[in-house]
């Protein structure tokens, strides 16, 4: 992701490519572990398949290390750039930076509820299954599994709508953010059991993490779009800047979801 924020743009297909290969992972991850839990596989044959992975990747760093050395990409527009350039190039950076305000509450927001449902998990587990120990062990499994394969099904969705209008993904980003707190603390804290409800423990927990991981992926894809419209670019086709700006306000979330995860 880090690499996608800081060449996307620079070069032609790079954004596109980066983005279906950042968007597939978790599913393929998911999709090697259950390939592996059906066959019944020992602990040493998933580490040869992460080290297959591992060597694949290290050729692949090597083919672009020495590709790097005969191309020859524009200047990259980034927000360190525009800090340090010429006349013009700051103001330009502090107005994007004001007409991505919204854009950036939006996606810390979607990112905060993505991270916070999957930190949740343990927790989740223990609110909903009492004092069922294999419930227990077995629930937290499950939820980041579904994640996942969540994570890949909205961001699909999400590619393929519209992103909408600044003021209405704000005001999405903070449904998601307070209609997902009180979910996951109504589970955590078990108060969900007290509503009549014709689904098992495994059942709420999973449509709770659906539900939100889904949405939050949804916004975050449609958050993207909108913001690189303000600036005549697209997703495909993103402005460098703006992606550096969106990038940080992802990972501003990620550490909000994390930090309150650990208050439970």
Partial sequence: QNLAASISGNFQGAPESLLFGESNAPLIAVGLASIMQLLQLPLQWSLLVVSGFMLIAIVALLVIKDAFRTLKPPACDTVGSRLTGGEGTKEYLL?????????????????????????????????????????????????????????????????LCEGGRIGAVVLEGLALGALGTLAIWASVTGRILSVRLPWTSDTVALLLTVSSVIWSNNLLMRNDQAAQRSCGHSIILPCPLTTQIMWLSIQAGSILGTSLATWW
């Fill in 95 to 159: 107005l994007r930076l004001s007409e991505l305000v919204g854009n950036s509450c939006a996606a810390m927001l979607a990112a905060m509820m993505w991270v916070f449902v999957i930190c949740s998990s343990p927790f989740i587990a223990s609110g909903l299954c009492l004092s069922d120990i294999e419930c227990i062990q077995r629930l937290p499994l499950e939820i980041v599994a579904a994640a996942n394969f969540s994570a890949v099904i909205g961001r699909l969705l999400g590619f």
